[in-house]
């Protein structure tokens, strides 16, 4: 009785242990002001001839937090990432109750991206170095299995790098 106890409360502790491990960084900032986030992002980019993607989420979703794992541990996406965009995780929460300071901010942050949460979250806003909303996309295309495709991510921002952009005009 004892010994099957003892080897329960061991099994237990090693999932917990597991479990804690395998657990996603999590990225994004709820104390900033989005507005300012953004602001500040499209200075850098405009400095080094980059865009800005915003991944709007949040740390409550699993998703935004994998698709931020994903472009940190991906050798090629993390590269064409860092090559041509300044990438930021804009915190937005759509279950908080409306009328308060901070659900004002995210609206008026939504509503300067485009209004993308009608896509889902994680959403990637692609903004040029002026600010301007270029392209809006859901990650439901990107996904795979239970992470992304490196294929249909990168295809994605190469198709909305700087260079991409600028010889189609």
């Known amino acids: 009785m004892k010994k099957s106890f003892i080897i329960a409360v061991l ?3 090693a999932v917990t242990i597991a479990n804690a491990q395998g657990a996603l960084k999590k990225v ?3 104390n900033i002001d989005p507005m300012e986030q953004i602001d500040k992002a ?3 980019a405009k400095a080094d001839n980059k865009y ?3 991944q709007v989420g949040g740390n409550w979703c699993p998703w935004c937090l994998r698709f931020a794992d994903f472009v940190e541990t991906n050798t090629a996406v993390n590269k064409t990432v860092n090559d041509n965009f300044e990438l930021i995780h804009v915190n937005y929460n759509p279950r908080k109750s409306s009328g308060d300071e901070s659900s004002n901010k995210a609206a008026e942050m939504m509503k300067r991206l485009g209004n993308p949460a009608r896509f889902g ?3 990637f806003v692609v903004l040029d170095s002026n600010g301007k909303v270029l392209h809006i996309q859901d990650s439901s295309f990107l996904e ?3 992470s992304y495709s490196e294929k249909k991510v990168l295809r994605f921002f190469k198709n909305w790098t700087p260079a991409a952009v600028e010889n189609n005009k």
């Open 144 to 146: 795979e299995d239970k």
């Open 42 to 44: 499209l200075a850098k």
């Open 121 to 123: 979250f994680p959403v």
């Open 52 to 54: 800005v993607v915003c």
């Open 11 to 13: 099994m237990a502790v």
């Open 28 to 30: 994004y900032n709820e």
